[in-house]
């Protein structure tokens, strides 16, 4: 579940903020004039996050290899050099 709050209420109530996500699981955006500024997250939804990163940037790199000819991975060039040694 996502809440969210202003800036200034952030600030006022921040231990209350961090209790509420750590403990409670919270996710709260915090709202700059008006808009969605920063978000605070438990370490395990920001450890999620950046796996999904690794994921998708996996993908993106297997497909870069798949459809461009002559696209060498760094793998590629390291068992080269190695081969060449």
Same mark, same amino acid.
């Given at each position: 579940?996502? +809440? &969210? *709050? +202003?800036?200034?209420? %952030?600030? #006022? +109530?921040?231990?209350?903020?961090?209790? @509420?996500?750590?403990?409670?699981?919270?996710? *709260?955006? *915090?709202? @700059?004039?008006?808009?969605?500024?920063?978000? &605070?997250?438990?370490?395990?939804?920001?450890? @999620?996050?950046?796996?999904?990163?690794? $994921? &998708?940037?996996? @993908?993106?790199?297997?497909?870069? $290899?798949?459809?461009?000819?002559?696209? $060498?991975?760094?793998? %590629? &060039? #390291?068992?080269?050099?190695? *081969?060449?040694?």
């Amino acid at each position: 579940m996502t +809440n &969210i *709050i +202003n800036l200034t209420e %952030a600030c #006022v +109530n921040f231990q209350d903020v961090l209790n @509420r996500v750590e403990h409670g699981g919270e996710r *709260i955006v *915090i709202e @700059r004039h008006g808009k969605a500024a920063v978000a &605070i997250v438990t370490v395990e939804d920001l450890k @999620r996050l950046e796996d999904l990163e690794d $994921v &998708i940037a996996s @993908r993106q790199l297997q497909q870069a $290899v798949e459809q461009n000819d002559g696209f $060498v991975t760094l793998e %590629a &060039i #390291v068992q080269r050099r190695e *081969i060449n040694q």
